[in-house]
Antibody, heavy 117, light 109 residues
Framework: QVQLQESGPGLVKPSQTLSLTCTVS??????????WSWIRQPPGKGLEWIGY???????YYNPSLKSRVTISVDTSKNQFSLKLSSVTAADTAVYYC?????????WGQGTLVTVSS | EIVLTQSPGTLSLSPGERATLSCRAS???????LAWYQQKPGQAPRLLIYGASSRATGIPDRFSGSGSGTDFTLTISRLEPEDFAVYYC??????????FGQGTRLEIK
């Protein structure tokens, strides 16, 4: 059974960089059959797709966030990561990592990141 | 970018009733690459339907999806108490970005 787990700081100051890591267990991130995605959900609001990465390192980002987002992969650790720069209060959200096989079939439990001084 | 509009925003029904949720796309969704997710408070979304009409592993057969092109429907044939949640549609067509609908809240009447 594939499991994903997000980790990282729960509080980030405005203008700083949000950094999260997703650790994948129960399957190899290098299998080549999947994309590995980040999605976020502001409190009380809907879902927003941030972007994905393939094990080879190729990425696609949501154009609305593209200038601030970097997603990277570390196949040796079976992890992929998200960096979001120049954060503001509008970036406060639960951040989820997920496996994409077209649809998003496995999700992490999510981690709340609050942007506040 | 494909915009997905879900209706209604809130649906109030009783256990045992039939629920019909709609998802309309601003342009055709290629190859019916449309998914439905269920989200309960404090939980991650759970995949219910992919490819517009295929149930994900472990999903009860009271959940069904239909549609193509720009109009898609999620039907829950007989509501169980655990089905009351928020439902999202998502398109994952050939060209990113992936987009989600704004959600339909299914509440107990």
């Amino acid at each position: 059974q594939v499991q994903l787990q997000e980790s990282g700081p729960g509080l980030v100051k405005p203008s700083q960089t949000l950094s999260l890591t997703c650790t994948v267990s129960g399957g190899s991130i290098s299998s080549g059959d999947y994309y590995w995605s980040w999605i976020r959900q502001p409190p009380g609001k809907g879902l927003e797709w941030i972007g994905y990465i393939y094990y080879s390192g190729s990425t696609y980002y949501n154009p609305s966030l593209k200038s601030r987002v970097t997603i990277s992969v570390d196949t040796s650790k079976n992890q992929f990561s998200l960096k979001l720069s120049s954060v503001t209060a509008a970036d406060t959200a639960v951040y989820y990592c997920a496996r994409e096989v077209g649809a998003l079939d496995y999700w992490g439990q999510g981690t709340l990141v609050t942007v506040s001084s | 970018e494909i915009v997905l509009t879900q209706s209604p925003g809130t649906l109030s029904l009783s256990p045992g009733e039939r629920a019909t949720l709609s998802c309309r796309a601003s342009q055709s969704v290629s190859s019916s690459y449309l998914a439905w997710y269920q989200q309960k408070p404090g939980q991650a979304p759970r995949l219910l339907i992919y490819g517009a009409s295929s149930r994900a592993t472990g999903i009860p057969d009271r959940f069904s999806g239909s549609g193509s092109g720009t109009d898609f429907t999620l039907t829950i044939s007989r509501l169980e108490p655990e089905d009351f949640a928020v439902y999202y549609c998502q398109q994952y067509g050939s060209s990113p970005p992936r987009t989600f609908g704004q959600g339909t809240r299914l509440e107990i009447k």
